[in-house]
């Protein structure tokens, strides 16, 4: 008895002091400031029913149903009337709750349930979306500029059918979060909050100053908390009560119709964060030919190489009076040798390489450079050593330099060397004089033992994902910051020595050493087709060719290239190839023409994009063309979209091309990734350098959406493709693939897309998910091996039980399989130290029958596998 009463008083007491819920998710205490249930029924007033004041006043022609929920009266409102309530209920900078029940009349349009007014725009939406057609909580930041967070519900809702809505801001972890029905739908990060201080609305936003978004539906039962309330029985009970909890996936796997292309996953690459010099590209020597700007001019302080030994006496300085004839080496590295050097005592110069240079036991290196000496004849050591040049683990040595400039080759190998990049390049003279050396370079093996060829790991790394294509070679890196950086072809083929690289708008000199051909033999290598990006008169700083004559050799440019690549030996340009060492042609399916020309302000593209088309047209019927954007004069095979957003806009926008018209330019997603950061070129070294599981998920969501689609989505790729982690080797947060001199490592991401790439059918299976558990999936069957593939995604932190019905299956075979790839953190990740944290696992799956029970658990990216009839 005792204990019922104090329960009793306990309860009273906080009833009095407000509602306070300890809630599931967040423990938070939370206080209920209003409570309209809205059964009013009749009249111009409405009741708070938690005791405070702030009621408020039907405006316009706002008015009432007598058949709400439970045959009680509701709110009914039909676009052109709503409730004001003349104060900010709450605070909105700190944590709060928003629920309400809703049935709408109409769908379509911005339709706000509840705001509360900043000065120009509400400081929160309570709402149904025009652009999704879904319910969402979305906060704006009051200026305009800064940080929009969405909490949005995975589908969209039905008119007349009352649903639930509980939107939340939970200050501690600084998020947002939507249930629908009871059930969490997405949540978001929401790290700028502010106080909106102007009314309260049910009916209405505010947008521009004005008041926008009225809606057309009935509500009752809104509650405003300050703080998070969030009921986990009630919302259960919800739940229930809706019946939405039970989620089934059905799938029609008899006879699917839709093509799933076959070169749906594919790479893109271009040179950011040293992705080819200092990374795919195995060129050990950063700075092999000395075109580095030097700080301040000085000559002397020329990058990535220093005099060893550093106190004795040697010098280096930049030189551009001794070109080697006949090439591009214009700029060469003067080194004085002083007189006490000798054999005992040797003396030269030293190259840090990107980063270290990588050494392993028993390894044989290439090296090649140019050399000269005036006072000097004496052999030169090549080496690699430690930093500190105490310990040698690799080196040789080369005779016969004079005052002429000549190409030297030479081969250095390892022994029982420890695997390290603490290391350094040495080029050593034992006497006095004065040495000249330019294009110092050095290749550890390569793929395919090319002789100026790719990094072994990396390619692994892709072969792995089995990647049906490249877009080359780029991106920003094809345009150039102006015209005269643009990625210049003609420029990146035949000897190393005539190309003599450029200035890369990532902020490094690219070598162009990995030039237009070394592009294709990447590709013959890993069978990937080419995607030739060609550069179309457009570069970032916003310098433009006029269409007209002055196009006229950018045209021709492209042209050639074309040439260069598919032209037969008897062509120009095929006979050029050929030289190079590679007289048969490549495979070329696509040409894009440009990159992002939406950026270019002064609307040039539409004229430019014509003449290239036309002229490639005439030449080359076959080929498909690419626009970058939409265009009106031309109609061209396919366009290009990127998309650079976070997790939840990724999987939020999962339906984009569900309703693409089926006769329109087919698409190329040539750039996506999931971000979790707005400005990726400006937060480069703040945030990733590879995604987390969250990104994974969102990025796992939205292909779903693409392979469903890839009857129009015929190319995909996401980037950027890779990325050196050393901080001063990155431009851009977020990329999939990470490495640094030594080892490299697959993002989540990485195995993401290496999942989607490597289990699918031929054709996409039409589908319907029912309930409302917010999963994301695809299906797709292999016709040839009568083989179901059902991807699909779970981004809650809780499992998620799901029946899956195959309604026109005669049977399911046994030996399927299970890959689940999953973690326990959204901020999960992979690093260098730990590069297999999350990986997908592999298990024996055997579907109980055409029907069966499946859990998806919590974070995770799941491929159900097995046998169909
Ligand atoms: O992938 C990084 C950059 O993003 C690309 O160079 C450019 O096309 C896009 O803006």
Redesign the pocket.
């Known amino acids: 008895m005792k204990r019922y009463i104090s329960l009793t008083l306990l309860r009273l007491t906080l009833l009095t002091l407000g509602l306070v819920l300890l809630c599931g998710q967040a423990q938070a205490q939370a206080t209920l400031v209003a409570h309209y249930p809205l059964h009013e029924g009749k009249g111009n007033t409405i009741t708070n029913a938690s005791g405070s004041n702030f009621n408020g006043t039907l405006q316009g022609n706002a008015g009432w149903t007598q058949q709400g929920r439970a045959g009680k009266p509701a709110l009914n409102l039909t676009g052109r009337g709503h409730i004001e309530i003349p104060a900010p209920i709450i605070d909105t900078s700190k944590s709060f709750t928003i629920s309400a029940w809703v049935r709408l009349h109409k769908l379509g349009g911005y339709q706000t349930f509840v705001s509360i007014d900043g000065d120009t725009i509400s400081g929160v939406f309570f709402q149904l979306r025009s652009d999704t057609g879904k319910f969402a909580l979305h906060i704006p930041a009051n200026s305009n500029t800064g940080e929009i967070a969405t909490a949005s519900a995975t589908v969209a809702p039905a008119p007349n059918v009352w649903y639930h809505l509980l939107g939340y801001y939970d200050s501690n972890k600084r998020q947002i979060g939507l249930y629908l029905n009871g059930i969490l739908q997405q949540t978001a990060d929401h790290t700028t909050p502010w106080k909106a201080t102007g009314h309260t609305a049910i009916g209405r936003g505010k947008y521009n100053g004005n008041p926008v978004d009225f809606v057309n539906a009935d509500i009752e039962d809104v509650k405003i908390y300050q703080g998070v309330a969030i009921d986990n029985a009630e919302l259960d009970r919800i739940a229930t009560e809706t019946k939405s909890k039970e989620s089934v996936i059905s799938l029609k796997v008899a006879n699917p119709t839709r093509v799933l292309s076959p070169t749906l996953y594919g790479l893109m690459i271009?040179d950011?964060n040293h992705s080819i010099d200092g990374g795919l590209y195995a060129e050990l020597i950063q700075n092999r030919n000395l075109k580095e700007p030097v700080p301040q001019n000085d000559p002397t302080r020329i990058p990535h190489w220093s005099p060893t030994p550093s106190n004795g006496g040697t010098s280096i300085a930049l030189d551009t009076n001794h070109p080697v004839k006949e090439t591009a080496l214009t700029h060469s590295l003067r080194v004085e040798l002083p007189g006490d050097t000798s054999a005992a005592t040797p003396a030269g110069v030293a190259n840090e390489g990107y980063w270290g240079i990588p050494v392993r036991p028993n390894t044989r290196y290439r090296a090649s450079l140019y050399a000269r000496a005036v006072g000097y004849s004496g052999p030169l050591t090549l080496a690699i050593q430690s930093i500190d040049g105490k310990t040698t683990y690799a080196q040789t040595r080369i005779g016969g330099i004079s005052a002429d400039w000549k190409p030297f080759t030479a081969t250095l190998t390892t022994g029982k060397a420890p695997v390290t990049a603490d290391t350094r390049f040495v080029v050593l003279a034992q006497g006095k004089g004065t040495l000249w050396l330019t294009q110092v370079s050095l290749f550890p093996p390569t793929w395919n033992n090319r002789p100026n060829g790719t990094r072994k790991d990396l390619m692994q790394i892709l072969a792995d994902m089995k990647p049906s294509f490249l877009r080359l070679p780029?991106?920003?890196?094809l345009e150039g910051d102006y015209i005269n950086e643009r990625f210049n072809w003609y420029e990146t083929v035949g000897d190393i020595s005539k190309r003599p690289g450029h200035r890369n708008p990532w902020g490094y000199p690219s070598t162009d050493g990995f030039g237009l051909l070394e592009y294709l033999e990447w590709c013959e290598d890993l069978k990937m087709e080419p995607v030739l990006g060609i550069y179309a008169g457009y570069s970032l700083r916003g310098d433009h060719v006029e269409p007209g004559p002055a196009l006229q050799p950018f045209v021709q440019e492209a042209l050639d290239e074309i040439e260069y690549i598919i032209g037969a030996t008897d062509t120009k340009w095929g006979a050029q190839r050929a030289a190079d060492g590679h007289p048969k042609p490549f495979p070329l399916t696509y040409v894009e023409i440009g990159?992002?020309d939406w950026l270019d302000r002064s609307g040039s593209y539409e004229r430019r994009f014509a003449p290239f088309f036309d002229a490639i047209r005439a030449k080359y019927p076959k080929l498909k063309l690419i626009a970058t954007m939409q265009v009106k004069s031309r109609v061209p095979d396919m366009i290009d979209d990127?998309y650079?957003r976070t997790a939840n806009m990724m999987a939020g926008d999962a339906h984009h091309y569900d309703d693409y018209p089926r006769n329109a330019p087919k698409i190329f997603v040539g750039?996506w990734a999931s971000q979790d950061i707005d400005t990726p070129w400006v937060r480069a070294n703040e945030k990733g350098p590879t995604p987390t599981l969250n990104s994974a998920l969102g990025d796992a969501a939205w292909m779903t959406g693409m392979e469903r689609n890839s009857d129009v989505i015929l190319i995909s790729a996401y980037?950027?493709l890779f990325v050196n982690v050393n901080k001063n080797a990155r431009q851009?947060a977020i990329n999939l693939i990470g490495f640094d001199a030594l080892n490299s490592y697959g993002s989540p991401s990485y195995y993401a897309q290496k999942m989607f790439s490597l289990y699918h059918g031929d054709r996409v299976c039409e589908g319907e998910l029912s309930g409302l558990h917010p999963l994301y999936f695809v299906a797709s069957k292999s016709t040839k091996t009568n083989t179901l593939y059902l991807k699909v995604v779970n981004m809650q932190p809780t499992a998620q039980s799901t029946k899956v019905v195959l309604a026109d299956a005669k049977s399911v075979g046994k030996t399927g399989k299970a890959i689940v790839m999953k973690g326990t953190e959204l901020t999960d990740t992979n690093t260098l130290q730990n590069p297999t944290n999350i990986v997908p696992v592999t298990s024996n799956f055997t579907p109980a029958g055409t029907t069966f029970d499946y859990t998806f658990p919590p974070y995770s990216v799941t491929i159900l596998t097995f046998p169909v009839r």
């Open positions: 271009e950011i780029g991106g920003n890196f990159n992002e990127h650079y750039e980037a950027p851009w």
